[in-house]
């Protein structure tokens, strides 16, 4: 092994530790112990390259979404934490997008009547159960506000293995949608519907 592979195999262990996104560069058959030089260099590559399309989607989502939802007013800072809030919690961005622009028109300021707060609409006390000790105010902060709600919604995608279903618990709750599972009915109410963008789903936009 040249002298200069250590090195480079010693910064691949570290990029490895620090993204879990690249250990796909393991499938391609190096170790820490068994590297040439020319193995290096070539996951060293196929790293980067994965990094550039990984920039390239987040780029092209945005952008995409800035147009989609220019009626709304959505900018450019709020789209990449949403962007970015979805993928940390492995969600579509396309969902994510479309559950804030259904729950708020992506207008941190929107209340509900039932006191739902912020970009995703949470409830303290369903908030609480995912960040203990969170308060109303601090649901006004649009990072804390995705944070908690994406992750929210990544616990009931990861309960009904169905994101439709998720999305539906997400609104209607997941005891409402348990209910109508265990009495053989369909909990379908049409806000999955909503969110991807469709029409006839029955629900209203926030216009406050």
Do not use: C
């Not at 993204?19 to 393991?26: I, R």
Request: proline share 4%; net charge negative; charged share 25%.
């Amino acid at each position: 092994m040249g002298a200069a592979a250590p090195i480079a195999v010693s910064r691949y262990q570290e990029v490895l530790r620090a993204d879990p996104s690249h250990e796909a560069a393991l499938a391609h058959g190096v170790t820490a112990f068994a590297a040439t030089d020319a193995d290096v260099t070539e996951a060293w590559e196929d790293l980067e390259e994965a990094e550039q399309d990984g920039r390239d989607d987040r780029e092209g989502t945005i952008e995409e979404s800035l147009q989609r939802y220019s009626d709304f007013g959505l900018g450019r800072e709020l789209a990449e934490s949403i962007y970015d809030m979805a993928t940390a919690n492995q969600i579509e961005p396309e969902i994510a997008f479309g559950l804030v622009r259904a729950e708020s028109s992506f207008k941190n300021s929107s209340t509900s009547e039932v006191g739902a707060v912020g970009l995703t609409q949470l409830m303290p006390k369903t908030a609480g159960g995912v960040e203990p000790y969170v308060t109303r105010s601090q649901l006004r902060d649009p990072e804390t506000n995705l944070r908690i709600g994406f992750s929210y919604l990544r616990q009931l995608i990861d309960k009904y293995d169905d994101t439709d279903l998720a999305l539906t618990a997400y609104n209607r709750g997941p005891g409402t949608v348990d209910r109508e599972l265990q009495n053989g009915g369909n909990p379908d109410n049409g806000y999955a519907g909503f969110v991807r963008g469709e029409e006839g789903h029955g629900h209203t936009l926030y216009t406050d």
